[in-house]
């Protein structure tokens, strides 16, 4: 199965944006590992929105 670069970029844009941490980094980690941060990081900011 392969992943969308689409996606892919999406999803480091995304974890660089709200954690600040360097685009090799990210891609360093697996599917599954950035994937958790994506949702941690989309539970986090729901949380947040929801207490404004």
């Known amino acids: 199965m392969t992943y969308g670069a ?3 970029q999406e ?5 660089a944006y709200h954690f600040h941490w360097p685009r090799a ?3 360093d980690l ?3 590992e ?4 994506v949702g941690e990081i ?3 900011n729901t949380r947040m929105n ?3």
């Open 6 to 8: 689409d996606r892919l």
């Open 11 to 15: 999803e480091v844009s995304y974890v």
């Open 25 to 27: 980094e990210i891609l």
């Open 30 to 32: 697996t599917h599954a």
């Open 34 to 37: 950035r994937a958790r941060y």
């Open 42 to 44: 989309a539970r986090i």
């Open 50 to 52: 929801e207490g404004q």
